[in-house]
């Protein structure tokens, strides 16, 4: 991100309310200052529909790239047991499947959205699309378990260009129109996003039951050329585009030792976690000493990768990350936890496991859309947190008796606040972010959604051993319900939140 010093776009506590409609009125919000009341061009009195400039053409590459990321890493939870039987390894070593694309786009997302707001958004997207393609034939053809890592890690970098880029075109026609991008809008790409992450274990298991678990790798390759073309003939070029919105703009470094430094302190970290079982405390050191000397350096770089100076000023956007994470960990513990469990210890067909998901994909589409809907942030964000914690006590209580109605309400207890939580959380991040800087400031966002799931595969490992029993999920919902008493706790007293739902 820009830093405080630089182009002077960050959250600073002395300004006043923004102009737009969604600016809040705490002092730890950040005003855009690129995007006003003004009319849209071609109207006269600005009473253009609300998604005038902003229509199909443009969304329709920006929602189908998007979707890419959050469906392949739900979509493979019904192929881990098929990949393991595969290749005669078990759970704690198939999660390295989840691990490894979680990594990948916790770093990726971030860089490639500072690539986005410095080279231009198109370029990036379509790179990343390219990648995504390779990653998917990769996978395909896998002879080994190493080749399926291997086309993993592509994969997350690949998709990982689609959702900061596509943050940073809807930012740019925002200041060509000259007001802010609609809700509406925010809530279609949050609803790709959560909605593909929804489905994707209902997919999954559709793909593995027809066609085996390849079919899990393969068919990124048409949805990622599809994607290609439509954002080679829709997304208008990038320097067209800045000129657009209105004169050239002083493009932000890429910070190389900041990214370097980054990537390093979290993959020791994701080492660690993987493997709590056996932990490899001296690893603890190498964390501790690549975090110092990031800060030291993030503080110090003009430009920096990070800009802590900003997010210890902006504290709204720094809750916003933190409650993100945290609301995903929980996510991601049943998305894969509770599937994993059905299929070893309940000994549900891949089939079968991912048409029990089915109420949790439909509850998290529909309530993605509401979410889209609402004008508050704090109340649909609340509701999440408590059904998160409710869901959660109910796997405590889980066996391998239980009935399959009540398997059924338990996933559409965490399916509803996977939709609330991600409509919420953008529209934050779009409305708390520096406007010079919304690609790398939507790629943060994402990074705390990985750093969460990281986090949740190292308990799911953790739990589970070899294999997934009901002793294992009890011990990850008991987690989970602590978990889930915080993330409440941190959303009911985030005031900022409170200030929004004054308006």
């Known amino acids: 991100m820009p830093s405080a010093t630089g182009t002077g776009t960050g959250a600073d506590p002395g300004q006043g309310p923004g102009t737009g409609p969604d600016a809040g009125a705490d002092p730890d919000i950040a005003a855009d200052p690129d995007v006003t009341s003004a009319p849209a061009p071609g109207t006269a009195t600005g009473t253009a529909a609300p998604d005038a400039g902003f229509g199909a053409r443009l969304t329709a590459p920006l929602l189908l790239g998007s979707l890419l990321n959050p469906l392949n890493t739900t979509m493979i939870s019904t192929a881990l047991v098929s990949i393991g039987h595969h290749f005669g390894i078990g759970a704690s070593s198939t999660v390295w499947l989840v691990s490894v694309l979680y990594l990948a786009s916790a770093v990726a997302q971030p860089v490639l959205g500072r690539l986005a707001d410095s080279i231009g958004p198109r370029r990036v997207f379509l790179a990343g699309l390219a990648v995504v393609a390779a990653s998917g034939l990769v996978g395909a053809a896998a002879p080994g378990f190493g080749w399926l890592i291997a086309s993993r890690l592509l994969l997350g970098i690949g998709t990982s260009a689609a959702y900061p880029a596509a943050m940073a075109v809807l930012r740019s026609e925002s200041r060509r129109l000259g007001r802010p991008t609609p809700r509406p809008v925010l809530g279609r790409l949050s609803f790709a996003g959560l909605g593909s992450a929804a489905v994707g274990p209902t997919l999954g298991g559709l793909l593995v039951a027809t066609w085996g678990w390849r079919a899990i790798f393969a068919v990124n390759v048409p949805l990622a050329c599809v994607a290609f073309v439509c954002a080679m003939w829709w997304i208008p070029k990038d320097d067209g585009r800045r000129a657009a919105a209105g004169g ?149 209580l889980t066996t391998g008796a239980t009935p399959v109605a009540v398997l059924l309400i338990t996933g559409a207890c965490f399916g509803i606040p996977q939709g609330l939580v991600g409509t919420g959380n953008q529209a934050a991040v779009y409305q708390y972010a520096p406007a010079d800087a919304i690609g790398s400031a939507a790629g943060l966002q994402r990074t705390a959604q990985y750093i969460g799931a990281i986090t949740a595969s190292s308990l799911i490992a953790l739990a589970y051993g070899q294999r997934a029993s009901d002793g294992g999920l009890h011990l990850m919902a008991a987690v989970s319900v602590v978990l889930g008493l915080v993330l409440v706790a941190l959303t009911v007293s985030d005031r900022a939140l409170r200030a929004r739902n004054r308006k």
């Open 248 to 396: 050239a703009r002083e493009p932000a470094g890429l910070d190389p030792l900041g990214i370097v430094l980054f990537t390093g302190t979290l993959t020791a970290l994701v080492f660690f976690l993987l493997d709590l079982a056996h932990p490899a405390w001296w690893l603890l050191g190498p964390v501790a000493v690549l975090a110092a000397v990031l800060t030291w350096w993030q503080l110090r770089c003009p430009r920096p990768f990070i800009d802590l100076r900003m997010l210890g000023r902006n504290h709204a956007l720094a809750r916003t990350y933190l409650r993100h994470g945290l609301s995903y960990l929980v996510i991601y513990c049943v998305m894969y936890g509770f599937t994993q469990w059905l299929e070893d210890g309940r000994g549900f067909s891949s089939l079968h496991t991912g048409l029990l998901m089915l109420p949790m994909s439909v509850a998290a589409l529909v309530c993605s859309l509401l979410g889209a809907r609402t004008k508050g942030i704090r109340a649909p964000l609340t509701i999440a947190a408590v059904l998160v914690t409710a869901g959660s006590a109910l796997l405590i």
